[in-house]
Every structure is written in structure tokens, then in C-alpha cells.
């Protein structure tokens, strides 16, 4: 079936420095990609997303980037922040469905 | 986006039992999704829910177990029927809205299962 693996499972990073999640998907249909952020015992809150249609998409400290041709997004967080330290999660639309498949999740960490 | 409400936020039960869990939308919303979240694992599409027809149902997931009603564009109920403890997790509706068909999360329902 269609999958999303998301890497790595685990990011540790000091304050100030750059983060960067990956994620590969299998749905060739897929053609909407958004990242969600979980701190711990809350909701998964949508940071961003990506269609298909651009490779590129910045939100002050965040971007995201899509690689169709080789079924990779990832997400990149500059100039972190302890307050970024979360699970994040990405995911992938079952074509245009509107469903979503997601990714194991990625716990960063940001040492102060 | 939409406020979206769940209820109980909690609750603990005995194997054997039902529960029936609400997510309730402040505006009209299309689509209507359950997810399952296991603890320290990622969100697994239960079923679309439906309004006025049946649920799609994800493959390893039966309508005997998880039951879904959708009377309206702004409830769902989501049913967990004849519990063990494998079912514990948390349960979030989500919906999509918006021009661009976001994804919006509720606050979930975390169940255990003794």
C-alpha cells in the first residue's frame, strides 16, 4: 500500500541551529503535503504545506521543499528555538482525496 | 479554521464495553476524518465519515468495530465497540476547510482500556 517514511526518528539540536526533516512518499497521485507539529499531550498543529505545483514554501522560520521527481519533502526549521522542540510529523494526500498518510514522526529536541 | 470539539477528552473503560466518541465542528465542513494514535506512535487513518451515507473504511478497519455516524456537515460520532486493551490510544477527528482543503485536528480523546 502507499506508505510515507519520514527520517530521522529522533533530532537533537543546540538553540540557533538549523533543523531539517525528510520525508519520501510512495503515491505518485499525491499532490498535497503538510507538515504538523505535536508537543506532547496536545493536538497535531499544521505548520505548513506544500502543493504540488511549487518545490518551494517559506513561512519565516520554516520552509518546506517538494521534489516530485524523486517523491522527497522535507522541512527546514532555521534558527531554532527551545519552544520548536516537538514531534513533528509529515504527510502525504492519497492522491486528491483529501485523506491523509503520515509519517512516523520525527521528536526534535532544541538544547538550549 | 473551524473550532473543533471532542468528547469526553478521556475516559478509561473495561474490556467488553462500547464508547462512543463526538467530534462537533462550529461551521459546515465537508469532509470529516477519524485517526488513531498509538501511544508514541504516529496517526493512522481510521475512516472518512461520510454525511448521510456510510464510512470509508480503511484497510484494518471494520464498521462492526468502529462504527461511524455523520447526521450533519458539523458531528460525527465515532464508536470503539467491544474493547481490549489494544484499542487504547487516542482518537482525533480532523477536518478539512478552508480554500485550500487544510487539515484541522481536535483535541483527541485519550482511552484506556483495563
Known amino acids: 500500500g502507499e506508505n510515507v517514511e519520514q527520517h530521522p526518528s529522533t533530532l537533537s539540536v543546540q538553540e540557533g541551529d538549523s533543523a531539517v526533516i525528510k520525508c519520501t512518499y510512495s503515491?505518485?497521485?499525491?499532490?498535497?503535503f503538510p507538515w504538523y507539529k505535536q508537543e506532547l499531550g496536545k493536538r497535531p498543529q499544521l505548520i505548513i504545506d506544500?502543493?504540488?505545483?511549487?518545490g518551494e514554501k517559506k513561512d519565516q522560520r520554516i520552509a518546506v521543499t517538494l521534489n516530485k521527481t524523486a517523491k522527497h519533502f522535507s522541512l527546514h526549521i532555521t534558527e531554532t528555538q527551545p519552544e520548536d522542540s516537538a514531534v513533528y510529523f509529515c504527510?502525504?494526500?492519497?492522491?486528491?482525496?483529501?485523506?491523509?498518510?503520515f509519517g512516523q514522526g520525527t521528536t526534535l529536541q532544541v538544547k538550549p | 479554521s473551524a473550532v473543533i470539539s471532542q468528547k469526553p477528552s478521556r475516559d478509561i473503560c473495561q474490556r467488553g464495553t462500547s464508547l462512543t466518541i463526538q467530534c462537533q465542528v462550529d461551521?459546515?465542513?465537508?469532509?470529516m476524518f477519524w485517526y488513531r494514535q498509538q501511544p508514541g506512535q504516529s496517526l493512522t487513518l481510521i475512516a472518512t465519515?461520510?454525511?448521510?451515507?456510510?464510512?470509508?473504511?480503511e484497510s484494518g478497519f471494520v464498521i462492526d468495530k468502529f462504527p461511524i455516524s455523520r447526521p450533519n456537515l458539523t458531528f460525527s460520532t465515532l464508536t470503539v465497540s467491544n474493547m481490549s486493551p489494544e484499542d487504547s490510544s487516542i482518537y482525533l477527528c480532523?477536518?478539512?476547510?478552508?480554500?485550500?482543503?487544510?487539515?484541522?485536528f481536535g483535541p483527541g480523546t485519550r482511552l484506556t482500556v483495563l
Open positions: 480532523s477536518v478539512e476547510e478552508g480554500p485550500t482543503d487544510e487539515q484541522f
Open positions: 503515491d505518485s497521485a499525491s499532490n498535497y
Open positions: 506544500i502543493r504540488s505545483n511549487v
Open positions: 504527510a502525504a494526500s492519497y492522491g486528491n482525496t483529501g485523506k491523509l498518510i
Open positions: 461551521s459546515q465542513v465537508t469532509m
Open positions: 465519515a461520510n454525511q448521510g451515507s456510510e464510512a470509508t473504511y
